[in-house]
């Protein structure tokens, strides 16, 4: 089972979501992210959220809608990505793809970020049209190359990452110590079908970058 959690971002910044759907992904709505699920033709099985993006129109027309529609007070101590991301972890799905949540306000995205923080090392990816972000904890993980994403970047969320070591890639390492605000590996690129990158400690930020948001 996949899980797809759409935010209310801007929608220049989502890619097709239809491109992402299939018979075991459940879509879940996050806000007004609901309302732009909807209008994609795709109908959620559950939504989150204050919902103080929409008009009181709108609202009752998602209550007739949908089956499953959880409102929130305004004022509350996690944002609805959050419930959202919370709530999907919950189910043990096998992958976590959360997409609407960068453009716009710099808050949020930063916030959403902080979630992927949370829940380091779950399989929980943050899609846009340009960019799919990851975090992962000391091991050694496959990555494959996708014309896509042509640029793989690593960034220190911890003090400091060791051991790390970037195999198939044009730029290479090797058991290597990074501290966090290096900018050493920015904007690498694999030159084989498949590469490794490895470490042994601290928490990891992999983003792959296409130029051009055409995804």
Request: with cysteine; net charge negative.
């Amino acid at each position: 089972m996949f899980i797809h959690i759409v935010g209310g971002g801007p929608s220049e910044h989502l890619p097709s979501l239809a491109s992402y759907d299939g018979e075991h992904v459940r879509w879940i709505g996050v806000d007004r992210g609901t309302k732009t699920l909807l209008e994609a033709g795709i109908r959620p099985i559950k939504a989150f959220g204050d919902f103080d993006s929409m008009t009181t129109e709108e609202i009752i027309l998602l209550q007739k809608t949908l089956n499953d529609l959880d409102i929130w007070p305004a004022e509350k101590d996690k944002t609805d990505m959050e419930i959202a991301l919370d709530w999907a972890v919950q189910q043990e799905a096998d992958k976590i793809r959360i997409f609407g949540a960068t453009g716009g306000r710099l808050d949020h995205l930063f916030g959403n970020v902080q979630l992927l923080i949370k829940y380091a090392g779950k399989p929980i990816e943050m899609i846009d049209r340009q960019n799919i972000v990851t975090v992962h904890l000391p091991g050694t993980y496959t990555v494959f190359y996708d014309e896509r994403y042509r640029y793989v970047s690593y960034i220190p969320i911890s003090n400091d990452i060791k051991g790390m070591t970037l195999d198939g890639f044009k730029y290479p390492l090797t058991n290597s110590h990074i501290f966090r605000g290096s900018t050493l590996c920015i904007s690498n690129e694999l030159i084989q079908s498949s590469g490794t990158f490895s470490f042994s400690k601290g928490i990891l930020m992999m983003i792959r970058s296409s130029d051009v948001g055409t995804i």
